[in-house]
């Protein structure tokens, strides 16, 4: 059972790392100076953002957030016994 949990936790600092690689992947959420050029929001890349490669970020995110949620939970109801 040992083997198992050190196997368990090994996989969660993997997971840990690759999460905080893809968050900083991300762009910010704020336009930052390009609001004072008068871009417009609802451009090609704004309209079809769950096609580019920030909304495959988007998902990769919500995934790795679950599986780590689940991992912790799982290390920490282990650790009860």
Do not use: C, H, P
Request: net charge positive.
């Amino acid at each position: 059972m040992a083997t198992v949990r050190i196997i368990v936790q090994i996989v969660f600092m993997i997971l840990s790392v690759i999460m905080t690689i893809v968050v900083l992947m991300q762009e910010g959420k704020n336009q930052g100076l390009g609001s004072l050029s008068g871009t417009s929001i609802d451009s090609y890349w704004g309209k079809n953002k769950g096609r580019s490669m920030e909304g495959m970020l988007v998902k990769i995110t919500r995934v790795l957030l679950f599986l780590f949620l689940a991992i912790s939970a799982v290390l920490n109801i282990g650790s009860f016994q």
